[in-house]
C-alpha cells in the first residue's frame, strides 16, 4: 500500500508540472514509452516478475484504454487550474461512488454497514469538497 501511496503521490506531483505548451498527447507518449523500457527491464531483472511465456493478454487492450483516458483527464483538469488535492480526492471518491454497484452488480461483491457508511461520509466529503 505504501508503494501506491508514493505512486499516486508521485503521479498527481507531475500531472502538475506538465508544461501547458506542449501536446498532452506528446507528453503521453513519452511517459508511457518510460514506462514502457521500465516495465520490460523489471520483468526481466526480478526473477519472480519474469514471464513464462510471451503472449498478449487482450485484456491489456482495455486497460490500455483505460489509462489514455485517466491521464488525459488529469492533463486537461490541472490545466485548468484543479487544486492537487482536491482533484485527487475529487475524482477517486466519484470513482468509488461508480465502481460501489458495479462491484456488487458484475463482480458480486458485498456492502458491509461500516462500508456503506464509509461511503456516505465520502460522499459528503465530496459534496463539501466540490462546493
Known sequence: MALA???VVMYHSA?????A???LFWLLTVAYLVAGVLSLALCFLLPEMRPTAIVFPKESILLGVAILVIEVGYLLVYRTGWNV???GAM???????VLLPLGIIVFGEKLTMIQLLGLVLCSGGLFL???
Open 91 to 97: 475524482s477517486n471518491t466519484a470513482a468509488v461512488l
Open 129 to 131: 469538497t466540490a462546493k
Open 21 to 23: 505548451t506542449v501536446s
Open 5 to 7: 501511496v508514493l505512486g
Open 15 to 19: 500531472h502538475k508540472v506538465q508544461p
Open 85 to 87: 488535492g482536491i482533484a
